[in-house]
């Protein structure tokens, strides 16, 4: 009978330990990024025939890429600004809150 009673105890105490153990091992958890935040992608620069827009001309020593692209160049790079406003300004929620 005393056996039966030990072999009750005996997951109940190794479940205390562990979970002991494993609440002072653990480090703090940091947040999530905030899913509402979007990330700019940089414009491919292949078209679908598999050939880069941006091309080197070394005649002149310059880059040339067609006007839709260079467009698309300037908008990734407003974007990204944005998008490190957003970020720099929840890391400042996120982080003085606490």
Known sequence: MKQ?????????????????VSSCCTKPQTPAIDPALSFA????????LG?????FNE???AVEMPYW????IVKYIFKSEE???QYEAWRKIIFEEK
């Open 4 to 20: 039966k009673k030990n072999l009750i105890k005996l997951p109940a105490i190794l479940f205390l330990v562990l979970t002991i």
């Open 41 to 48: 992608t940089v414009p491919d620069p292949i078209d679908k």
């Open 51 to 55: 050939k880069s827009v941006v091309i």
């Open 59 to 61: 005649d002149k020593n």
């Open 69 to 72: 692209y260079w467009q698309a």
């Open 83 to 85: 998008s490190r406003l």
